[in-house]
């Protein structure tokens, strides 16, 4: 018993450990330049990314404490944290070594996090109801109409306030699913109170944790502020975002997740 459950997670580690330390390496092979003391934005990619292995580590191995609906939860949200950390060390990269936005990065990694952390609620609605799968189509759509939107505007290819208009107005038609369209119904129909409340912290973060972002685009591109005083700003926002979007959404999925299975043992 004690061999047949410690085995899987002793290489499941390993193989975290492994692959992200070879992605580290690779990376920071690729400049010469060091991190600065007094270059905060360098020192918060730092921070973040060792931050984001560890949330990997622990949403990967607390998967064994849940019962099997809540499994894939758990992995969608170490998988988020994952590919975020290896764009992080990327983004640092590209930060210490030139000092600009690392904009293609950040683009990358949010296309590939944030549908995955739409597909987060879905799951969260299917563990305990049936979701059509339009439910699903809506918030990607919404979704990609946020992304590319913003990266019209950040990389050059769209004056910025018009592609800031897109983008919002794809947030907005997210909030709409998840508050009044059918996701929000879906909820407040059928979902068991513990589910409901973390419903309800999730479209609390897809709220205020997600303004932070236009904010962040807003300090970047809108002020006109000096080039310096605006990147800085713009990359701060964003990595403070990240932390709480990526990392802070998971431990919320990772405490129902834990609390239901726990319950539905007792029964
Ligand atoms: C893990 C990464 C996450 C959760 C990224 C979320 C990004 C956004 C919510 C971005 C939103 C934007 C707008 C609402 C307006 C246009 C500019 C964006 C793309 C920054």
Do not use: C
Not at 16 to 22: F, H, M, R
Not at 163 to 189: C, H, P, S, T, V
Not at 205 to 231: D, H, M, N, Q, R
Request: net charge neutral; hydrophobic share 55%; glycine share 8%.
């Amino acid at each position: 018993m004690i061999i047949s459950t410690t085995r899987p997670v002793a290489a499941k580690i390993s193989a975290i450990g492994a692959s992200l330390a070879l992605t580290a390496n690779q990376a920071f092979a690729a400049t010469d330049a060091v991190l600065e003391k007094d270059d905060f934005v360098g020192i918060s990619f730092w921070i973040i990314s060792m931050a984001l292995i560890a949330a990997t580590v622990f949403f990967f191995l607390e998967r064994d404490r849940v019962s099997p609906k809540w499994k894939t939860s758990l992995t969608v949200s170490g998988l988020v944290t994952l590919v975020a950390a290896v764009h992080y060390f990327y983004m640092r990269d590209v930060w210490v070594a030139t000092g600009s936005t690392p904009t293609v990065f950040r683009y990358i990694d949010w296309l590939i996090t944030v549908p995955l952390l739409m597909i987060e609620f879905y799951l969260i609605l299917s563990a305990i109801t049936k979701v059509p799968v339009g439910v699903f189509w809506r918030l990607m759509i919404g979704t990609l109409v946020m992304l590319i939107g913003g990266y019209l505007g950040e990389a050059g290819y769209m004056a910025v306030w018009p592609a800031f208009i897109i983008g919002m107005a794809g947030w907005a038609f997210i909030l709409y699913e998840i508050f009044i369209g059918q996701a929000g119904k879906i909820n407040a129909q059928s979902a068991p109170p513990s589910v409901q409340s973390a419903f309800n912290t999730m479209r609390l973060i897809v709220t205020v944790g997600w303004a932070i972002y236009p904010l962040g685009y807003f300090f970047g591109y809108l002020t006109g502020s000096s080039p310096e005083t605006s990147a800085n700003a713009l990359n701060i926002i964003y990595n403070a975002a990240d932390v709480l979007n990526k990392i802070a959404f998971g431990l919320i999925i990772w405490t129902v997740a834990v609390s239901e299975s726990e319950a539905s043992m007792k029964k």
